[in-house]
């Protein structure tokens, strides 16, 4: 038996509860992590307290995050002791995810733990922190340099924005933070922003162009925060887009397209193929401030992170939150 956060969904309605499973429910897989720590990230979020269609399969273990060791394994990859990270793969939606103290998965979605982190560091990073970078890395990709001018993140206390604007910044780009928590904007300046700018400002229709200001960005909300990041992108600039906090809909034209020859770039961070997320973690290594991830994440126990779900979708929470599954 070990501990974990079941979500259930029958005649009594959907729910969420802290309880004992026998390990002879995990489900299919070539490999047994003995789970450390996982992580609470918006989907979990909407998972636990059912407020989106994250789970599509009952019972379900949330969780789109691991860290742990290998306890069994016939996978040819990985060997018993080993230390693992998992992140998607649609984990906690369709497939058993972190938050429990055991997990039973496929070998091809793990990667090992780099040697840079500590289980809580790499938690402290996990799915938003790893999504940040491949934000990061289409920016490089597209041609976007720290010389071409300022790069807009949104949602910055977050924990996707909180990661972007720490790797952005130490590799030397000039980052403006966009953010709706006025409370929190010495914490958005520690991480490097040079200046912080209400949400109010991108969240309502707007012009199909607008003012150049942006050479690059990181999106999280989408909506018309999106189309008006899109409509104020310099020529030629780079839109990353991997989140949806403000609506799936993206209520655009497209001049920024024809006119200024913007890319918008989709990140998906849950299917992204295996080298593509191994060359991201070996990035985070080398350019994310281990020293700010202190900063970054805080640690609840796993009995706590039920409650701290509806905190996380009421933006109670500012960037990211580590869930030590055994306390």
Not at 12 to 25: F, K, N, V
Not at 47 to 74: C, H
Not at 212 to 233: F, I, K, Q, Y
Request: proline share 5%.
């Amino acid at each position: 038996m070990f501990k974990g956060i079941l979500i259930e969904k029958d005649e009594a309605g959907y729910r969420a509860s802290l309880t004992d499973i026998d390990e002879g429910q995990l489900p299919a897989g070539d490999v047994t992590v003995r789970v450390s720590h996982s992580t609470l990230n918006y989907k979990d979020g909407l998972a636990i307290t059912g407020k989106g269609p994250v789970v599509r399969r009952f019972p379900m273990v949330p969780g789109i995050d691991l860290v742990g060791t290998v306890e069994q394994t016939t996978h040819p990859e990985y060997k018993v002791g080993d230390a693992v990270v998992l992140n998607g793969w649609g984990v906690g939606e369709v497939h058993w995810g972190g938050l429990a103290q055991k997990a039973r998965l496929n070998g091809n979605w793990l990667v090992p733990l780099p040697a840079q982190f500590t289980p809580q560091q790499a938690m402290g990073i996990g799915t938003a922190g790893y999504t940040a970078m491949l934000c990061v890395l289409a920016l490089e990709r597209h041609g976007v340099k720290p010389e071409h001018g300022e790069i807009l993140v949104t949602g910055a206390a977050g924990g996707v924005g909180s990661v972007a604007t720490a790797v952005l910044t130490k590799l030397g780009y000039t980052v403006v933070a966009v953010s709706g928590r006025p409370e929190e904007s010495d914490y958005i300046k520690s991480l490097g922003a040079v200046e912080i700018l209400d949400r109010a400002l991108f969240s309502s229709p707007g012009k199909p162009l607008g003012k150049e200001r942006w050479a690059g960005a990181v999106d999280v909300v989408g909506s018309h925060t999106l189309a008006n990041v899109c409509a104020t992108t310099k020529y030629r600039g780079v839109v990353t887009a991997c989140g949806l906090a403000g609506g799936m809909d993206f209520p655009a034209s497209v001049a920024p397209f024809i006119l200024r020859a913007i890319t918008l770039a989709g990140i998906d961070s849950v299917m992204c193929p295996r080298p593509d997320r191994l060359e991201a973690w070996r990035r985070l290594g080398s350019d994310l401030d281990i020293a700010k991830l202190g900063m970054i994440s805080k640690e609840i126990g796993l009995n706590d992170a039920i409650s701290h779900a509806s905190k996380l979708l009421n933006g109670e929470i500012k960037g990211r939150v580590v869930v030590d599954v055994n306390r």
